[in-house]
C-alpha cells in the first residue's frame, strides 16, 4: 500500500475523473469491508483510492412511483432499518443482511458487494431476481447495465476504466409479486455461500404466476440468472409439479466447483433445493 | 509521500493526526494516539474487538482507513466510563467476570451498547445475533450474552 493516494471527491464527475486519469490501478472504496482486507493482504496495490462516500447521490436512495433508487454505497445497515424497503424487496434486503456481522453490516455496500464480482456475493442473486438496474457514471456519460451484466467472471466486471456504479434500481412491483433469497451455508452467521438462490415472482388475481426470475449464486464463476428456472414457474400455479421442475431446471443450470466447501455432486442439488424453498417463501409474501 | 492531515471527532473531543495513507483507523487510533482499548485481534473484520462507532454505526476499526475519519465522530471504548463511574455494561461484565484475557472486552462493550442504544429491550437470540461478530477464545460467551441481558433488565426497573 506504499504511497497510495487518497481522494474523497464530493461529484460523480471528480471521482470519475480521478479513476480515469489515474497513471495506475485506481479502486472505488465504499464501505472497505472487501477492499481494505484485499490492500491489506496485498491482493490488490492500487496507486489510488477513491472513495465515493461523500457523494450524496451515491450515500441516499429515494422511491418515486413505487420504484426505489439506492445509492451504490448506502450502507446496508440502513437499509434493513427502512421498514417500507424491506417490506417492498424483503429478498434484496435480507440478502445484504446476511453480509457479515453486525459491524459489516454499518459499512458493507450494495454496490460493493456487486462489484467486488465474488460468485458467491449474498446481494447479488436477489438483485438479479428483483430485475435490478444499475446506473453507471463514466469518463463518457452515464448508462443503464442490468445487474446481471456486471460480473464477468471472479473479481472482474464489465465496467471500464473510470466508470462508477452509482445506484442501483429496484423496479415497481407488479400487485402481487414477492422475492427471497436463500443461501446454504454450513454455520449460521459469519460464513460464504455455498450456494445462493434468489427467486421474484409475481401472480394475477386467480394465483397463476405472471412473472418470475431466478438467480443462482456461488454455482458458476458468476451468480447465473437462470430463464428455464423462470419458465418453469410461469403460467402454473407454483404447485408442485411446478416446484419439480423449477429443481431440476435450477440443477441443470449449475455448474460448481468441487472444493472444501461443498462437492459438485452437493451444490448441485442444493441448487434445486434452495430455489423450490425460495419460491415458496417468494410465492408466500406475493400472495399476501 | 506526504502524510494525511485528519481532523476528526473522538469521545466528543476535537483531535488531530497526521496519518499514512495504509494506516487504518485502528493502526491511528493505537499507535498514534495511544487510545490502546482496541484492540486488533485478526485485522480482517472477523473477531470485531477493533469495534468502534463511526457517526453512530457500529464498524471494525481495521476495516476503516485513518483518512476516512476526516469529519467525522469517532467513539471509542476510552469514551465508554464518565470519569470514575463505569458505564452499567462495564459494570455488569466485572461482576459477571465476563470476561478472562480481556482482549475481546472493548469490543463486546462497545457493540453491546450499540446494541442497547437501538434496542433496549433485545431477546436473547437478538443478542446472539448481534454479538456474533464479536469472538471470544475464553469465556464461552454465556457470561457475556448474560450480562447485556441483565443490564437490559436492570434499566427496565429503573
Ligand atoms: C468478516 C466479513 C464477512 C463477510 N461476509 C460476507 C457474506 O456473508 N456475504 C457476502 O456476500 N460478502 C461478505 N463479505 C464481503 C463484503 O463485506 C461484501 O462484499 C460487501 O458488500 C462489500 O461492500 P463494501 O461497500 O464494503 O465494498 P468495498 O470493499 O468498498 O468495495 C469492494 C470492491 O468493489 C469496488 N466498488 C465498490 N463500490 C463500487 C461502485 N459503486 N462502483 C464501482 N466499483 C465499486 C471496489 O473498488 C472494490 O474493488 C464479508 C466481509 C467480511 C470482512
Ligand atoms: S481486528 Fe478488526 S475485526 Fe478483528
Ligand atoms: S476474554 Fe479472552 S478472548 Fe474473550
Redesign the pocket.
Known sequence: MNGMRYEAPSSIDEASALLAGASGEA????????????LRSGMVAPELVVD?KNIEE?MTYSVNDGAYTIG??VP?AQLHEDADLLGMWTGVVEA?D????TQ?QG???????L??A?P????VPAMIAAGAICNVAGPNGRREVPVEDICTGPGQTS?AKG????SISLPKQAPRTGDAYLRFIPRTE????VVGAGVCLSLDDSGTCTDARVSLGAVAPTALLVKECADALIGTKVDDAAMANLDAAARAAASPIDDKRGTVEFRTKVSGVLARRAAAIALERAGS | MAKNHVTTTINGEPVEYLCETQQTLLDVLRDELQLTGSKEGCA???CGACSVMVDGRLVCSC?VMGVEAEGKSIETIEGMADGDQLHPLQQKFLENAALQCGICTPGFLVAAKALLEKNPDPTETEVRYWLA?NLCRCTGYDKIIRSVLEVAEEAKGA
Open positions: 479502486r472505488v472504496l465504499a464501505g472497505g469491508t472487501d477492499l481494505l482486507v484485499q465515493v451515491m451504490a454505497a446496508s445484504m446476511l453480509v457479515g456481522s459489516i459499512r458493507a455496500s450494495l454496490g460493493g458487494n462489484c467486488n465474488s458467491a456475493a449474498d446481494s465496467l466508470e462508477i456504479v452509482v459469519m460464513d460464504i455461500a | 480482517s473484520g472477523d476495516l461478530g
